[in-house]
């Protein structure tokens, strides 16, 4: 017990004398109704998944390196077997001037772009290399992972990142060991270059290998089921007015060759696949702030080895207005096409408008240092 | 009590305990303290004209030891360089910006020709980047003033877009009540380091925006938020525009905090020495050119007030605190009388901290030279028998078992040389 006192003491007294970290919160309310059409899915008054909210924690360490820690919780949709609350971000992450390392929970590197849709998940099954350990049953198992990163960065725009991740295991949900490993290099102008950067913002590479249990094989490289994510974002016309970009992504899923028909979400994940997914966005600045913004974007996911033709169509067109500081108003259509085993497994083609109010926020609050991406340390020296 | 509360109140009652480094009485000591010295501005004539070269660009500056941020600095130093004239004299000031921001350069109390005030859209437009502006005046009148950039006041003169300028009257009524040989001019500031930072990476990344604007010839009234005419500016709010603060606006938790304090662009310990000698009377300029009041107090001594705004007072009086608020200059003769080391230091001991830890800010002290070397042995001039290197601390609770061995090791690491000043960076 007498020891037990001397902690609290020595812990409350360190307490007292800590400098407080740099806060920072981040939140993003989207509030929809959703009209459905010819779909299993029911329509909507007001679904208000996707809504999140982010704190971060960030300290100047010794020997110039930084930490973060980011504790951060989303509403999923109501069926996602979830509970009213997902936990999406837990990690903490380290960094200097030319490293970062990366633990803990958060967006896994299965997806290389955002794109301009209403919700993070809208376009999922074409935006992201997909978790061949989920059941399929929500889409966050699919985006985030218990990750462990590594991220090298030469000359502040190429990031070179070797990471390991934990993804959910919809048949063994306690096997918390690493099934997954992959390589990304990522070319990325800083944020707040972009804007006039001609023609190209980011693009990249990534290479993931999770390691399925191949029923035949023993060993690992063979019996995993492995992809490649190419990515890239160019300004169309870089103007601090009207501002157009493209986005593109194509996922070449290496699946295996057993795998000819789609009994379930598992081998949707683990057969073959090619998927391309690309966005052309027009934004409207005025006053340095955005003013309203258009989008359209099409997804084309092709099952090229499965008995019969199952290939996968998605359009998807939004516009969004700013009512006021950090609230804008929306509206989305999404047609998607499914056919042959992927109409048995996702239903009929579908047909989703929604009219939606967003709200989003990001501050840091106390601040105490750069980030290695300002103005200033990009171009007058990095001060440590 | 909160934290800063509590630290204050700490600075209160140890101010008059701080030490200063060993060696002070040494000559590299007074070298070195030239740099801590606001440096002059060299000028050339050309014809009638003393013609000066100034120039503002980005600069790394580290006002204490381990300590450094981005800021604005006029010829690379903060404060910049002073400019020394005598009254009468015909002064051009050749201005060169070499940042992508707008500057101007205010002349803070000196009657300069209205074009030459530098206030952006009322007596001229800014400089913009990578141009030049030639200021020309008379100097006068005599006295202690200062310039300043007068775009983005609040940003650009806290990150270090001030100097001095001082008047000189060859017929100079205070020397000749106070006769004096050696002067120092003190030039006071306050800076929130992370306003600046913010504002700063802000302004470039806007600039970069409206540098593009302009290349395209698509910049607007708007967005530059300059307006011909109070008319003009109700015609755009008929259509749309809604001021105030459209691109700019902030909540009153953004607006700065000052939480480094400066004298000549240093903070404790790398703040100015004043050096004196018994019977001599020295002459300080305090300047400030920052946003927050300084109430200077000199320990041991009563000084003389002496000029006010640069205006010679006819009566001068004593005190020994003064409050130097924002834009004011005042000028002190202090009498070397009473031999030692003393501090002067802001009583609003807030300001005697860095990032809230004291001690620090614009603590800096009064030195006589001819301080015999002898009265700086803390064992040989203290009353107290506690300061004695032999005599350890064995009445002190907890202490009375202490090892022979192990007291001389901790009256070493205590008494050190046995010598003041030292420097204290935590009480």
């Given at each position: ?14 307490g007292y004398a800590q400098i407080t970290p740099e806060f920072e919160i981040g ?28 704190m971060g924690l960030q300290q100047k ?5 930084r930490?973060q ?256 500081e ?35 926020f990001s501050k840091i609050f106390n601040k105490q240092f750069g980030d290695?991406?300002d103005l200033l340390n990009?171009?007058h020296?990095?001060i440590k | 009590m909160d934290r800063r509360d509590f630290l204050g109140t700490g600075a209160v009652s140890s101010a ?42 980005i600069h790394t500056h580290e006002p204490a030891p381990g300590f450094e941020y981005h800021t604005l600095a006029?010829?690379?130093?903060i404060p ?21 921001l ?6 803070h ?37 200062f310039?300043h950039c007068h775009w983005g006041t609040l940003m650009h003169m806290q990150a270090g877009m001030f ?23 003190l030039v006071y500031s306050s800076h929130d380091t992370n306003y600046i930072r913010e504002e700063m990476n802000s302004m470039l990344e806007r ?37 105030p603060y459209?691109t700019n606006r902030r909540t009153n938790s953004d607006l700065p905090q000052a939480q480094w304090f400066t004298v000549n662009g240093k903070s404790y310990p790398s703040t ?14 305090l300047i400030n050119a920052g946003a927050e009041t300084h109430h200077l107090h ?25 409050p130097l608020t924002p834009g004011k ?16 230091h802001d009583h609003d001991t807030r300001k005697v901290t860095n990032n809230g830890l004291y001690p620090g800010g614009n603590l800096l ?60 960076l935590d009480e």
């Amino acid at each position: 017990m007498r020891k037990l006192i001397y902690i609290v003491l020595f812990i409350s007294g360190w307490g007292y004398a800590q400098i407080t970290p740099e806060f920072e919160i981040g939140a993003k309310g989207v509030f929809s109704g959703n009209l459905i059409l010819n779909s299993d899915e029911s329509s909507a008054v007001s679904d208000f998944s996707d809504t999140q909210l982010l704190m971060g924690l960030q300290q100047k360490l010794y020997n110039d390196w930084r930490t973060q820690f980011v504790l951060g919780l989303q509403f999923p949709d109501a069926n996602s077997n979830l509970g009213e609350v997902f936990y999406n971000n837990i990690f903490v992450r380290l960094e200097d001037k030319k490293n970062v390392v990366k633990v803990g929970r958060t967006l896994a590197q299965t997806n290389l772009n955002e794109f301009p849709t209403l919700r993070d998940d809208d376009a999922q099954r074409f935006t992201y290399a997909l978790n061949p350990f989920s059941d399929g049953v929500n889409t966050e198992r699919d985006q985030y992972a218990n990750v462990l990163e590594y991220s090298r960065i030469f000359k502040q725009r190429l990031f070179v990142s070797v990471h390991g991740e934990n993804f959910y295991d919809s048949r063994e949900p306690d096997d918390f060991r690493l099934n997954s490993m992959g390589l990304t290099l990522m070319y990325r102008v800083p944020e707040n270059q972009r804007w006039n950067r001609n023609v190209l913002q980011e693009i990249g590479l990534s290479f993931n290998n999770y390691f399925t249990d191949r029923p035949g094989y023993s060993n690992d490289f063979d019996a995993s089921v492995k992809n490649v994510l190419f990515s890239t974002t160019a300004n169309l016309k870089p103007d601090p007015i009207n501002f157009i970009d493209f986005r593109f992504q194509a996922i070449q899923n290496f699946g295996w060759d057993e795998i000819t028909q789609l009994d379930d979400y598992f081998d949707y994940t683990r057969t073959e696949s090619t998927t391309l997914f690309g966005t052309l966005r027009y934004l409207k600045q005025k006053l340095e702030r955005p003013h309203y913004q258009f989008s359209m974007g099409a997804g084309y996911k092709s099952l090229s080895n499965l008995q019969t033709d199952s290939d996968q169509l998605l359009f998807i067109a939004n516009g969004f207005y700013r009512l006021g500081e950090n609230f804008d108003i929306g509206l989305q259509y999404r047609y998607t096409e499914n056919s042959g085993f992927t109409e048995n497994l996702f239903g009929q083609n579908e047909h989703r408008v929604q009219l939606a109010i967003v709200y989003s926020f990001s501050k840091i609050f106390n601040k105490q240092f750069g980030d290695r991406e300002d103005l200033l340390n990009l171009e007058h020296n990095y001060i440590k | 009590m909160d934290r800063r509360d509590f630290l204050g109140t700490g600075a209160v009652s140890s101010a008059g305990m701080l030490f200063f480094p060993g060696n002070l009485l040494a000559t590299t000591a007074k070298e070195q303290n030239k740099q801590r010295l606001v440096q002059p501005l060299p000028y050339k004539m050309d014809g009638g004209w003393k013609e000066f070269e100034l120039y503002i660009d980005i600069h790394t500056h580290e006002p204490a030891p381990g300590f450094e941020y981005h800021t604005l600095a006029f010829n690379d130093i903060i404060p910049g360089p002073e400019i020394r004239v005598n009254a009468g004299d015909k002064v051009r000031v050749r201005f060169t910006n070499r940042t992508d921001l707008n500057h101007t350069i205010h002349w803070h109390g000196l009657y300069v020709p209205w074009r030459m005030d530098g206030v952006p859209f009322v007596t001229q437009l800014p400089v913009m980047p990578k141009n030049e502006f030639i200021y020309e005046f008379v100097a006068e009148p005599e006295g202690t003033h200062f310039y300043h950039c007068h775009w983005g006041t609040l940003m650009h003169m806290q990150a270090g877009m001030f100097g001095s300028v001082i008047v000189e009257n060859p017929d100079d009524s205070i020397k000749k009540r106070f006769p004096y040989e050696r002067e120092y001019t003190l030039v006071y500031s306050s800076h929130d380091t992370n306003y600046i930072r913010e504002e700063m990476n802000s302004m470039l990344e806007r600039m970069k925006q409206r540098t593009f604007l302009m290349k395209e010839g698509r910049f607007t009234s708007e967005q530059w938020a300059v307006f011909d005419s109070k008319e003009q500016l109700m015609e755009r709010m008929e259509k749309g525009y809604k001021p105030p603060y459209l691109t700019n606006r902030r909540t009153n938790s953004d607006l700065p905090q000052a939480q480094w304090f400066t004298v000549n662009g240093k903070s404790y310990p790398s703040t100015p020495y004043l050096f004196i000698k018994s019977g001599e009377n020295i002459r300080i300029r305090l300047i400030n050119a920052g946003a927050e009041t300084h109430h200077l107090h000199m320990h041991g001594h009563d000084f003389w007030m002496v000029a006010d705004d640069g205006v010679p007072i006819e009566h001068p009086w004593k005190r020994n605190t003064v409050p130097l608020t924002p834009g004011k200059t005042f000028d002190i003769i202090v009498e070397g009388k009473n031999r030692g080391i003393w501090t002067f230091h802001d009583h609003d001991t807030r300001k005697v901290t860095n990032n809230g830890l004291y001690p620090g800010g614009n603590l800096l002290a009064l030195v006589y030279e001819d301080l015999p070397e002898e009265e700086l042995i803390i064992s040989k001039y203290s009353g107290n028998p506690m300061y004695n290197p032999n005599a350890g601390m064995t009445n002190m609770e907890g202490m009375e078992s202490m090892e022979k061995d192990k007291m001389a090791r901790m009256n070493k690491m205590m008494f050190g040389q046995d010598k003041l000043p030292k420097i204290a960076l935590d009480e």
